[in-house]
């Protein structure tokens, strides 16, 4: 069964997500979603495992979040999911995929609720 996680680097939280997985013997696929973005289709997948609404996945203290929002006004389910597949930077971070379902890394022990 593979295991993989939506990565940032730069992300505290996604790096202490990343070494409790591997602390706990899991190597997953890294995913650089900042360099190789989720498709809508992707996106709209991953909320499903997740069970959110695309508006709970997005990162609403990002400035371009606060352009977008100032441009066009809060964004419904719809949009959420066209701006973050267009700017990545507004995926929540770090999202763990493992065996059709998936959790958000914040905190980071969430994810342990999906391994075996």
Known sequence: MSTQIYHNPRCSKSRATLDLLQEKGVQPEVRLYLDHPPSRA???QVLAQLGLAATQLLRTGEDIYKELAAAYGEPDNATAL??????PKLIERPIVIHNGRARLGRPPQQVLD???
Not at 82 to 87: E, G, L, N, R
């Open 42 to 44: 992707e996106l709209e």
């Open 82 to 87: 066209d701006w973050m597949a267009a700017h």
């Open 114 to 116: 999906i391994l075996p």
